[in-house]
């Protein structure tokens, strides 16, 4: 099982922009596809987005397309999700995954290594 280490979560105003980093070890990712879920207090955890395992093919929730960019590398066992143009309603405890397949999917069943989650929270 892979062990992935979310990073660059924090308190933004609205408007703002934040860059999250997800690490990978144990196993390259290489093969598989990555998603970026959230989860806000009294909620579900959402599909955010999702990247297959050659980056040729993403995905994006409606609520957040035009807005958020999730791209991965690699050669460095890593995927990154650019925030841009954040609203309160973006708050939330980030989470990464990796899929057991070559492709992502939004239901969070299909993943099978998870990170601790990093917290993003927006101010109006």
């Known amino acids: 099982q892979v062990q992935l280490v979310e990073s660059g979560g924090g308190l933004v105003q609205a408007g703002g922009s934040l860059r999250l980093s997800c690490a990978a070890s144990g196993r390259t990712i290489s093969r598989y596809g990555m998603g970026w879920f959230r989860q806000a207090p009294g909620k579900e955890r959402e599909f955010v987005a999702g990247i297959s395992w050659s980056g040729g093919g993403t995905r994006n929730a409606d609520s957040v397309k035009g807005r958020f960019t999730i791209s991965r590398d690699n050669a460095k066992n890593s995927v990154v999700l650019q925030m841009n143009s954040l609203k309160p309603e973006d708050t939330a405890v980030y989470y990464c995954?990796?899929?057991?397949?070559?492709?992502?999917?939004?239901?969070?069943?299909?993943?099978?290594?998870w990170g601790q989650g990093t917290q993003v929270t927006v101010s109006s």
């Open positions: 995954a990796a899929s057991s397949s070559y492709y992502f999917d939004s239901d969070p069943g299909e993943y099978d290594s």
